[in-house]
């Protein structure tokens, strides 16, 4: 198989952009926030060109420094990214997404990176920076869709308890049915990747069942662990809520 992949020029790129239009023009004729739309595709242009020179020079810098400050930094983003659903608690429970985030996909990195893949040097920019990022944006999905649910029942004078286990199945299904799907629905973007790039698709098989694994656990344990942790400030609200109903 070829190991190389190939590339895409500037041109061949913007033609990446043409069936996006049409999806505007549907949004502004149905007079729907295309602007919102917009700014987002342009946001995410410059952010992935900005990230990959960045990239680029990370793994030619090949500093552990450097790794850890983007892995911080990428912990730090997603926690308050996740609590963006509850504006009103971002400030108040910023600490214990920070921390259940950090504590549930640090671990399934620490794992993974260094039992599973045993990297050398541990800190090998190239892998970790890549599976940090998609450990750390699942458990941010997946704490987020447990807040919103878990406001949303409260408020509906749902006991905590009850309201905490709907929250948490609630935000799983996502990542369960990724799990079902994978291989019959689609092929994820690392395997998808490797396997553009030349790999045999029997070796990008195995890096996708341990990046399954570690999304699934990643996004468990973040979501669980905020939800212990968040509990004091919810039952608050869940008390008020029952005081005036």
Not at 19 to 33: E, G, R
Not at 97 to 121: D, H, M, W
Not at 212 to 220: D, E, H, Q, R, V
């Amino acid at each position: 198989m070829s190991n190389s992949i190939q590339d895409i020029s500037l041109i061949n790129l913007s033609i990446a952009f043409i069936p996006t239009v049409f999806v505007l023009a549907i949004l502004y004729k149905w007079q729907m926030s295309y602007g919102k739309a917009i700014y987002a595709m342009a946001r995410m242009l410059i952010q992935l060109l900005i990230i990959g020179y960045l990239l680029v020079f990370i793994f030619n810098t090949e500093s552990s420094w450097i790794v850890l400050g983007v892995l911080l930094i990428m912990v730090v983003a997603s926690s308050w990214i996740a609590l963006g659903v509850a504006k009103k608690y971002q400030g108040k429970l910023f600490g214990f997404a920070l921390l259940s985030i950090a504590v549930g996909g640090g671990f399934n990195l620490l794992v993974v990176t260094q039992a599973v893949l045993v990297l050398e040097p541990w800190y090998t920019p190239r892998y970790m920076i890549p599976l940090a990022g998609m450990i750390f944006a699942n458990a941010m999905n997946t704490l987020s869709l447990a807040v919103e649910r878990l406001d949303a029942e409260l408020t509906n004078g749902v006991e905590y308890q009850r309201a905490r286990t709907i929250a948490f199945q609630a935000a799983m299904i996502p990542v369960i049915n990724s799990l079902f799907a994978v291989g019959l629905v689609s092929l994820p973007g690392m395997m998808t990747g490797q396997i553009l790039s030349g790999v045999s698709p029997l070796v990008a098989v195995r890096y996708q069942i341990v990046v399954m694994c570690m999304i699934f656990s990643s996004a468990g344990i973040a979501a669980a662990m905020f939800l212990l942790l968040s509990k004091s400030s919810f039952t608050g609200k869940a008390k008020e809520t029952n005081d005036t109903t």
